[in-house]
């Protein structure tokens, strides 16, 4: 796994609110992420959250086949998604002292799935933070023929009024962000075995797959230390959002594990 960041990509994400990392998996490490996922998603089921109140249970396919929280569930990939490593690269790319895991979330786009609007992450969460971060690795080869995202660059530093569901029609984004079209979209094309990081305010979306098939991506939202709760029950369990007030801090280490901590805050 290459987890070397050099100074000028930590700029440019810093700059962009996203950075593409071609070459992040080895060959053999690509086999070992696929066999991990399919083995989870398979043992998951229908269930999209690993609880019994799970909100997102027969959600629709039309767009995006998904799994959350995988890593709870499923040994290996607690592995893959608890690697400090990557705690660390998301670390200095956002310039924090801690990470903790929000969610992993396993992104199967079907043959000929709609395509997923222009949205920004974090405004769904039950965090509020200019430092969250996402990490989308490729588990197939990606492109705009099958469902590539697209970003939009610098926008991770606005946060829209509006919430825009993943569904929504892809100018809906428009409504109020008319300033939105002067920007032109980068598409994250990507090798298999390949990354993108993305700030959890950039806008982006995601094409229709016009192929043949799925396009499978596994990816993991990561908050920064210290974080606190802003109302929204997203993704938390019941038993979490019973004893939460508007500013508590997120520290649960069986929900949101910390998988990497400077050892030196001076």
């Given at each position: 796994?290459n987890t070397t960041?050099?100074?000028?990509?930590?700029?440019?994400?810093?700059?962009?609110g996203?950075?593409?990392?071609?070459?992040?998996?080895?060959?053999?490490?690509?086999?070992?992420?696929?066999?991990?996922?399919?083995?989870?998603m398979e043992?998951?089921?229908?269930?999209?959250?690993?609880?019994?109140?799970?909100?997102?249970l027969?959600a629709?396919?039309?767009v995006?086949?998904?799994?959350?929280?995988?890593?709870?569930?499923?040994?290996?990939?607690r592995?893959l998604?608890?690697?400090?490593?990557?705690?660390?690269?998301?670390?200095?790319?956002?310039?924090?002292?801690?990470?903790?895991?929000?969610?992993?979330?396993?992104?199967?786009?079907d043959?000929w799935?709609?395509?997923?609007?222009?949205?920004?992450?974090?405004?769904?969460?039950?965090?509020?933070?200019q430092?969250?971060?996402?990490?989308?690795?490729?588990?197939d080869?990606?492109?705009?023929r099958?469902?590539?995202?697209?970003?939009?660059?610098?926008?991770?530093?606005?946060?829209?009024e509006?919430?825009?569901?993943?569904?929504a029609?892809?100018n809906?984004?428009?409504?109020?962000?008319e300033?939105?079209?002067?920007?032109?979209?980068?598409?994250?094309?990507?090798?298999a075995?390949?990354?993108s990081?993305?700030?959890?305010?950039?806008?982006?979306?995601?094409?229709?797959?016009?192929?043949?098939?799925?396009?499978?991506?596994?990816?993991?939202a990561?908050?920064p230390?210290?974080?606190?709760?802003n109302?929204?029950?997203?993704?938390?369990?019941?038993r979490?959002?019973?004893?939460?007030?508007v500013?508590?801090?997120?520290?649960?280490?069986?929900?949101?594990?910390?998988?990497?901590?400077?050892?030196?805050?001076?």
């Amino acid at each position: 796994m290459n987890t070397t960041l050099t100074a000028g990509q930590i700029t440019a994400y810093r700059d962009n609110g996203f950075l593409l990392l071609p070459d992040f998996l080895s060959a053999d490490e690509l086999t070992e992420w696929r066999d991990a996922i399919e083995s989870a998603m398979e043992a998951r089921g229908d269930a999209v959250l690993p609880r019994p109140d799970d909100p997102l249970l027969g959600a629709s396919r039309t767009v995006l086949y998904q799994r959350i929280n995988l890593w709870m569930d499923h040994p290996q990939v607690r592995t893959l998604i608890l690697d400090e490593k990557i705690g660390q690269m998301a670390a200095r790319l956002e310039g924090v002292d801690g990470i903790r895991v929000w969610h992993d979330q396993a992104l199967y786009k079907d043959p000929w799935a709609n395509p997923t609007s222009w949205h920004q992450d974090n405004t769904k969460w039950s965090f509020s933070a200019q430092h969250a971060i996402t990490i989308w690795v490729a588990l197939d080869e990606v492109d705009a023929r099958n469902g590539c995202m697209f970003f939009l660059p610098g926008t991770h530093r606005r946060r829209l009024e509006t919430d825009f569901p993943i569904g929504a029609p892809m100018n809906a984004i428009l409504v109020d962000n008319e300033d939105l079209t002067a920007i032109d979209p980068i598409a994250a094309e990507l090798p298999a075995g390949g990354c993108s990081f993305h700030n959890g305010l950039t806008i982006h979306a995601a094409a229709a797959n016009m192929s043949r098939h799925p396009r499978r991506a596994m990816t993991c939202a990561f908050m920064p230390d210290g974080a606190t709760f802003n109302g929204t029950q997203n993704v938390l369990p019941e038993r979490l959002v019973q004893n939460l007030q508007v500013g508590d801090v997120l520290d649960d280490d069986e929900q949101n594990p910390l998988i990497w901590q400077a050892t030196d805050k001076t």
